[in-house]
């Protein structure tokens, strides 16, 4: 079946650092999902890509989609203690219709003060 | 905003318990889902529902069923709770148009003793 494999599990990082959090698919995606969940909190939709290349910015989080569809980025640049948190990527199942998305499996994101 | 609440925030139950979990949207989305989330595993599909009376396995249905009744309300249940199924489990309704992005529920921590 589709696999969605996220790198690192974990993430250290000094205030200030810049961070980056890797998905690869097992198989070419329509589009590509990226949620953050806070400690102690649920998922919540960050943004979503679709086109072959793309690149798209949140003030300082930047999200890119491979050539081949296939992989995905999440670059933080210097990071706030507020960016703490687990970070997922998700593709949509293949198949007409389908609403159910594979998640990696996170990179959890700490942030040194 | 769309809302998805979860019947309970934290919830004890002994093995062998039938367990009810339930989630409601106010957003009128078709398609609502089931995961369940463990450290290191991400989240796993339980379950999920396209529409009324209409369900789908996921991932992980062992030990599990669901009911949809009502559009705006998606019952998992654990016919015979077991030490294996203490989780955190999280509900979530999917816009069909869009970004599909899915809205999660806050969760609830399950432990079975």
């Known amino acids: 079946g589709q696999q969605v494999m996220q790198i690192p599990q974990y993430q250290h990082v000094q205030e200030g650092e810049d961070f980056t959090t890797y998905c690869n698919s097992s198989?070419?995606?329509?589009?590509i999902q990226w949620y953050k969940q806070r400690p102690g909190g649920h998922p919540v939709f960050l943004i979503q890509l679709v086109k072959s290349g793309e690149v798209k910015k949140q003030k300082r989080l930047t999200f890119q989609f491979g050539e081949a569809k296939k992989n995905s980025s999440l670059h933080i640049t210097a990071t706030q203690t507020t960016d703490v948190g687990t970070y997922f990527c998700a593709g949509p199942h293949t198949g007409a219709g389908s609403y159910q998305l594979t998640f990696g499996k996170g990179t959890k994101l700490s942030v040194i003060p | 905003d769309v809302k998805v609440t979860q019947s309970s925030r934290y919830l004890v139950k002994r093995t062998g318990e039938k367990v009810f979990l339930e989630c409601v949207q106010d957003m009128d989305h078709e398609n609502m889902f089931w995961y369940r989330q463990d450290p290191g595993l991400g989240l796993r599909l339980i379950y999920f529902?396209?529409?009324?009376?209409?369900?789908e396995k996921g991932d992980i249905p062992e030990g599990y069923s669901v009911s949809r009744e009502k559009k705006e309300r998606f019952s998992l249940i654990l016919e015979s709770a077991s030490t294996n199924q203490t989780s955190m489990y999280l509900c979530?309704?999917?816009?069909?148009?869009?970004?599909?992005?899915?809205?999660f529920g806050p969760g609830t921590r399950l432990t079975v003793l």
């Open positions: 979530a309704s999917i816009m069909t148009s869009g970004y599909n992005e899915q809205f």
């Open positions: 529902s396209y529409d009324v009376k209409m369900k």
């Open positions: 198989t070419t995606l329509s589009n």
